[in-house]
Nanobody, 120 residues
Framework: VQLQASGGGLVQAGGSLRLSCAAS????????MGWFRQSPGKEREFVAA???????TFYADSVKGRFTISKSGADTVHLQMSTLKSEDAAVYYC???????????????WGPGTLVTVSS
């Protein structure tokens, strides 16, 4: 499966943005789909994940209550981001794994990122 993230852009602090990740093939029920982000000079960090078969969600503490991960259809995962802060600015990536993890090394499928810029 190939993944393609989209929806990034420029948004004012306090605003909202919705990212989407479309899979070229089917997302298997055993998959866990995750969102990560990376800003210049920093390591890639976990943002959120969703277990595809149950819909159970997981969030980094830094985004809990502001971001929502969801799925639609058989091949798309979304990240609704609200109350954006300057520290949320980064390139956002979607990825897939079969074992829940917050370590990007455990994800075996990655798509190109989408840039989120937050202006103050």
């Amino acid at each position: 499966v190939q993944l393609q993230a989209s929806g990034g852009g420029l948004v004012q602090a306090g605003g909202s943005l919705r990212l989407s990740c479309a899979a070229s093939g089917r997302i298997y029920s055993s998959y866990i789909m995750g969102w990560f982000r990376q800003s210049p000079g920093k390591e890639r960090e976990f943002v959120a994940a969703i277990r595809w078969n149950t819909g159970r969600t997981f969030y980094a503490d830094s985004v809990k209550g502001r971001f929502t991960i969801s799925k639609s259809g058989a091949d798309t995962v979304h990240l609704q981001m609200s109350t954006l802060k300057s520290e949320d600015a980064a390139v956002y990536y979607c990825a897939a794994t079969t074992i829940y993890s917050r370590d990007p090394k455990d994800y075996f499928k990655w798509g190109p990122g989408t840039l989120v810029t937050v202006s103050s």
